[in-house]
């Protein structure tokens, strides 16, 4: 019973975190709530998980809870993983605007060394 | 006047009257080059080549990409615009990054150059030559027309896969298809829009080429490899990188 309120909490929790995020899209957001409430209801009846693992050719219940959670981790990967995509490519913009607003000069003190003199040093 | 403006006052009189090679090339078609140089960590090599690009085009913007070394001022040194990426994005995102300043310049040709000295200045010339005879969007280098000096096999073998796959994937006819020295004209730069900041950008811009539907030819350059451009140049296991790069830039599409 213990382990089952502590689950419960760690999914109320996740229920919590996605309800504060902004700019997730409505389709996301049900499919995460979809397998939250899908959670809490297996954590208390998991005779049901077996009987729906049964059904569906899959052993054991403990077993489709796996199958579906790793697929569910993949969907959270590749929505990563574009999200980042896409935070790239405007830091690339950033950088680009900013490179070619503001190109490099030589600051004043750095201006007097000959480069026969420096490149021994650089090298 | 400072050792900038010596050198560019040389060089806009220099090649109109000079042979490279014997091509040569008119005032004009000079002044409105720009050759653009990515770089990162080039601070042993980068004052040589763009002194030696200043030598002969007055226009070298060159791009450092986050450089941790002195780069940044040994190119600045030399007689470059030079642009500053505040992070290290990779050698596509700089590409990018200075083909756009060079357009934003009026550039009427765009060169693309490699900083570590593997590229020769008489190419170049003989590029430009090329584009403007034949009226062409690109001239891309090939190695394999040109010649090498000190490539390796494994490499040759990597690059030969390299062109089997951009047949494949662009139905482009090449020999060479990661050559960093490319001569695209004004209106073929401005429809070059890399995405792949890190290495895929060579197979990008083909794909681009071949997407446009731009006229282009190959060039037989000759590449130079040296200890110090082999230790900067693409290690083998980056080809994997590379299309898996481009596998998921296409699946995101």
């Given amino acids: 019973m213990t382990a089952q309120f502590l689950l419960t909490l760690g999914l109320c929790a996740a229920w919590l975190y996605v309800l504060t995020q902004p700019g997730v899209s409505s389709f996301l957001k049900l499919a995460m709530y979809s397998v939250i409430a899908a959670g809490v209801y297996f954590v208390w009846f998991p005779e049901h998980a077996t009987y729906l693992a049964n059904r569906i050719g899959i052993g054991r219940g403990a077993d489709l809870v796996f199958y579906t959670w790793i697929i569910f981790s993949l969907g959270v990967l590749i929505n990563i993983h574009i999200k980042m995509r896409n935070t790239l490519a405007l830091l690339t913009q950033l950088a680009r605007h900013t490179a070619i607003e503001r190109p490099y000069s030589i600051p004043d003190k750095a201006t007097a060394p000959d480069r026969q003199g420096s490149s021994s040093q650089a090298r | ?253």
Avoid at chain 2, 144 to 155: E, N, V
């Fill in chain 2, 1 to 253: 006047m400072s050792a900038l403006s010596d050198l560019q006052r040389q060089s806009k009189n220099k090649l109109q009257h000079d042979l490279i090679n014997g091509v040569k090339l008119d005032k004009d078609t000079i002044d409105a080059t720009w050759v653009v140089i990515p770089m990162f960590n080039e601070g042993s090599v980068i004052y040589g080549v763009a002194r030696e690009v200043l030598a002969a085009f007055p226009n070298l913007v060159v791009v450092d990409d986050g450089s941790t070394d002195d780069a940044l001022e040994q190119a600045a040194r030399a007689g470059a615009t030079v642009l500053k990426h505040p992070i290290n994005l990779g050698q596509g995102a700089a590409l990018q990054t200075g083909i756009n300043y060079a357009l934003q310049q009026g550039a009427r040709h765009v060169v693309t150059f490699d900083a570590d000295g593997q590229h020769q200045i008489k190419d170049v010339v003989a590029m430009l030559e090329m584009i403007r005879q034949e009226n062409l969007d690109v001239v891309l280098g090939s190695r394999f027309i040109g010649k090498t000096i000190g490539m390796s096999f494994g490499r040759r073998l990597l690059l030969k896969a390299a062109v089997i796959f951009t047949k494949i994937s662009t139905g482009l006819n090449l020999t060479d298809a990661h050559n960093g020295l490319r001569v695209f004209a004004r209106r073929a730069a401005l429809k070059i829009n890399i995405q792949q900041n890190r290495m895929a950008h060579a197979s990008e811009i083909l794909e681009q080429i071949a997407a446009n539907k731009m006229s282009y030819a190959e060039f037989g350059n000759t590449i130079r490899y040296t200890d110090y451009s082999k230790l900067k140049g693409q290690k083998p296991s980056n080809a994997i990188n590379i299309v898996i790069d481009l596998m998921v830039r296409r699946l995101g599409k």
